[in-house]
T-cell receptor, first 111, second 112 residues
């Protein structure tokens, strides 16, 4: 079942912060986050594993709440280069390489 | 450098024709995936493979087939193209145990 992402879209000014959420109705083993710029392929940001710690990638970090089956992506002090569509992909089994992706959150960062 | 490529990048075909989209990766990954991306739907899994001679159906597999005869390639075939299959198709590969997926550049397919 497809995870639900919120919000669907967000507009920021450079330097502002944003949070993107990903929720599933199923018990999750891992959550992946990807960013896709217009006309390009999705690019991997990070993986969060059940029982694992919060992961970080420069000014982008994420958390995974196993009890609520939710993950949140935190973008701090956003830059113009952060613009794009963010997707979460979820796996329900350990060792399962197959992901189910959410519909995406479109982030626009303006000067 | 290792990479994943798709061909063609753009394709226009007619309803009812058979179409094959190629995907080739030099990462030596066992896992390969085909997704379609449509506005408002995100990425939806069509078929996937965990190794040579292994293929599995994803959530939107009707009308599509794949075969895996070697590690590097996973071609996607549309048996009889339909207008509903107009989409952008992405191929991806990943190492074992649920690692990062590396996406190809995509193929934009239009069925008229």
């Amino acid at each position: 079942q497809q995870p639900v992402q919120s919000p669907q879209a967000v507009i920021l000014r450079e330097g502002e912060d944003a949070v993107i959420n990903c929720s599933s109705s199923k018990a999750l083993y891992s959550v992946h986050w990807y960013r896709q710029k217009h006309g390009e392929a999705p690019v991997f940001l990070m993986i969060l594993l059940k029982g694992g710690e919060q992961k970080g990638h420069e000014k982008i970090s994420a958390s995974f709440n196993e009890k609520k089956q939710q993950s949140s992506l935190y973008l701090t002090a956003s830059q113009l280069s952060y613009s794009g569509t963010y997707f979460c992909g979820t796996a329900t089994q350990g060792g399962s390489e197959k992901l189910v992706f959410g519909k995406g959150t479109k982030l626009t960062v303006n000067p | 450098d290792a990479e994943i490529t798709q061909s063609p990048r753009h394709k226009i075909t007619e309803t009812g024709r058979q179409v094959t989209l190629a995907c080739h990766q030099t990462w030596n990954h066992n896992n390969m995936f085909w997704y379609r991306q449509d506005l408002g739907h995100g990425l939806r899994l069509i078929h996937y493979s965990y190794g040579v001679q292994d293929t599995n159906k994803g959530e939107v597999s009707d009308g599509y087939s794949v075969s895996r005869s070697n590690t590097e390639d996973l071609p996607l075939t549309l048996e009889s193209a339909a207008s509903s299959q107009t989409s952008v198709y992405f191929c991806a590969s990943s190492p074992p145990h649920g690692g990062e997926q590396y996406f190809g550049p995509g193929t934009r397919l239009t069925v008229t």
